[in-house]
């Protein structure tokens, strides 16, 4: 499996499997650790869905179209 090929909407729901192993934690350990450590897992996913979504012109740059 090449990574670059694998779409960011892939990448998040394997990532949405990183809250197994923090509802386990959450449900053995402590309830508000869980919480928080699944808050956690969410907004690294959200980062990184935006960060790795395609660019939508990634050749303008911004530019007024005169060269």
């Known amino acids: 499996m090449v990574l670059e090929t ?5 990448s998040l729901v394997v990532g949405l499997l990183a809250l197994v192993p923090v509802s386990w934690y959450a449900l053995g350990s402590s309830l508000s ?11 690294i996913l959200a980062c990184l869905y935006v960060a790795f979504e395609p660019v939508p012109d990634h050749h303008d740059h911004g530019s007024s179209g005169t060269s």
Do not use: C, F, Q, Y
């Not at 694998?6 to 892939?10: A, H, K, L, N, Y």
């Open 6 to 10: 694998v779409s960011p909407r892939t």
């Open 33 to 43: 650790a869980g919480v928080v450590s699944a808050i956690n897992v969410l907004i």
